[in-house]
């Protein structure tokens, strides 16, 4: 019974201790700012497509929100591919296929799923749907295969999963 | 020539009385190797001498048997590596120096190439650059609401993206500049007055109980008020640039406060 009241008083203290234990520290001030105005433009654009997308009431509309925000990220992914900064390139290809993914796929689902066959809103949804597929396209496209970016296991992962994500939304209502 | 070497070069004569030349002369003048000369032709004779029966496979099978009858028989005798009479000097002599050397050489020679060359690196893994914590959460809301219909849900997460603009804003209070502060300020001002009183405005109170619909735009509105303070607060100790921007979150958060605390009461917006 004793050693069963250390073991546990023992554990107790070793939870403790890790416990307290300092968690990750997060940016200075300094480099908070630096990442604020690196992102600035990108959050402002991606802020308004959230308010956006509260506001849409239709799938469709909120595929066109979607959309709007992977352009939004397709140009800073363009400025990070000029800058050669294949950290940046990693993680907007990451943002993109989320978009993709848990957004514009989803809900262009959704779209065709509500647009009854031969509507004037089914035009409409395929035409969207086309260039949907094809900015994705470019998106994936605008990322280097070769050089620095190119060579970046963590840029490869994220074209590829880009690549899969554009797959499946080239997919939909197929 | 030697009396040993002359009696040696007699016993390897198949016949002792065959010796010619030098051997011959030494054997009939030297008073040991004489003796030596005669007795070794005895010997012949004598061996010549002893009855041998003729040759039979047979009796010699049987001769072997009567042998192997008594026990074990040892067959073969190893030889020894070293005769004992071996001087440690002629022993070192025999060992196999060159090979032993070039071994000892190639040795040395590996050494020095395995610690001059550079070991083979493992890969390793890229550092990651800092990621804007803020973007990353935003991106989340994104296509959260790409997901949600209804004003209840989309008003709470609206509701956790200004309190992420908040937590920006209080980071960044004293290093930011007027234009950063001028950008928290817009996003602060689109994400409540176009988005949560907005969403709020739109709810139906008939496709939800009235009590649910309170406590979602109460909650939200708590959130508001807590920004206002927290802005006010710090736009005392913020610079003169900044003090606006803080005074217009404030603003708008406690705008953004009394109309959904009155959407909340019935009152419309």
Redesign the interface.
């Given at each position: 019974m004793k050693r069963l009241f250390f073991a546990t008083l023992l554990f107790a203290a070793f939870a403790a201790l890790a416990s307290g234990q300092p968690t990750t520290p997060?940016?200075l001030?300094?480099?908070?700012?630096k990442?604020?105005?690196?992102?600035?433009e990108?959050?402002?654009d991606?802020?308004?497509?959230?308010?956006d997308?509260?506001?849409a009431n239709d799938p469709l509309t909120?595929a066109k929100?979607?959309q709007k925000?992977t352009s939004d990220?397709g140009r800073a992914m363009g400025t990070a591919v000029r800058a050669d900064d294949?950290?940046?390139v990693a993680?907007l290809g990451e943002?993109l296929t989320?978009?993709m993914d848990?957004?514009?796929t989803?809900?262009l689902t959704d779209a065709r799923r509500q647009t009854p066959v031969g509507s004037p809103g089914e035009i409409e949804l395929v035409q969207f749907h086309e260039r949907a597929t094809l900015e994705a396209e470019q998106l994936e496209l605008s990322i280097p295969a070769l050089g620095r970016i190119g060579t970046?296991?963590?840029v490869k992962d994220a074209r590829a999963k880009l690549h899969t994500a554009r797959e499946a939304l080239g997919k939909v209502g197929r | 020539m030697t009396c040993e070497a002359v009696q040696n070069r007699l016993l390897a004569l198949p016949d002792p009385m065959s010796a010619t030349g030098d051997v011959r002369d030494h054997c009939e003048q030297c008073e040991r190797c004489a003796p030596f000369a005669a007795r070794a032709v005895e010997l012949d004779a004598e061996v010549a001498a002893i009855v041998v029966p003729a040759y039979s496979p047979e009796v010699k099978a049987a001769f072997l048997a009567r042998i192997l009858m008594a026990g074990p028989v040892i067959q073969s005798v190893p030889t020894p590596l070293f005769r004992s009479s071996v001087s440690l000097k002629e022993l070192l002599s025999r060992i196999p120096v060159r090979p032993l050397l070039a071994v000892a050489a190639a040795i040395v020679v590996s050494l020095g190439i395995w610690s001059v060359v550079p070991a083979k690196k493992l890969p390793v893994p890229?550092p990651?650059?800092?990621?804007?914590?803020?973007?990353?959460k935003?991106?989340?809301?994104?296509?959260d609401?790409?997901?949600?219909t209804g004003p209840k849900d989309?008003i709470a997460?609206?509701s956790e993206?200004a309190v992420d603009?908040r937590n920006?804003t209080r980071?960044?209070s004293?290093?930011?500049q007027k234009?950063?502060m001028l950008?928290l300020a817009?996003?602060f001002d689109?994400?409540v007055q176009?988005?949560i009183v907005?969403?709020a405005g739109l709810w139906n109170p008939l496709t939800t109980t009235p009590g649910e619909r309170q406590a979602v735009l109460n909650a939200a509105a708590s959130e508001l008020i807590q920004t206002a303070n927290e802005a006010n607060t710090l736009a005392t100790s913020a610079s003169m640039q900044v003090q606006p921007q803080l005074l217009r979150i404030a603003k708008t958060a406690r705008d953004g406060h009394t109309r959904l605390t009155k959407i909340a009461n019935g009152e419309g917006v």
């Open positions: 997060g940016p001030a300094s480099e908070q700012l990442l604020f105005k690196s992102n600035r990108l959050l402002e991606l802020v308004s497509r959230s308010v997308l509260a506001n909120r929100a979607c925000a990220i294949a950290d940046r993680e943002y989320a978009l848990q957004g514009l989803p809900t970046s296991a963590r | 890229e990651e650059a800092m990621r804007h914590d803020l973007l990353k935003v991106v989340r809301y994104n296509t609401l790409a997901a949600l989309k997460k609206l993206l603009l920006e980071a960044l004293k290093a930011a234009d950063e950008s817009g996003m689109k994400v176009d988005g907005a969403q």
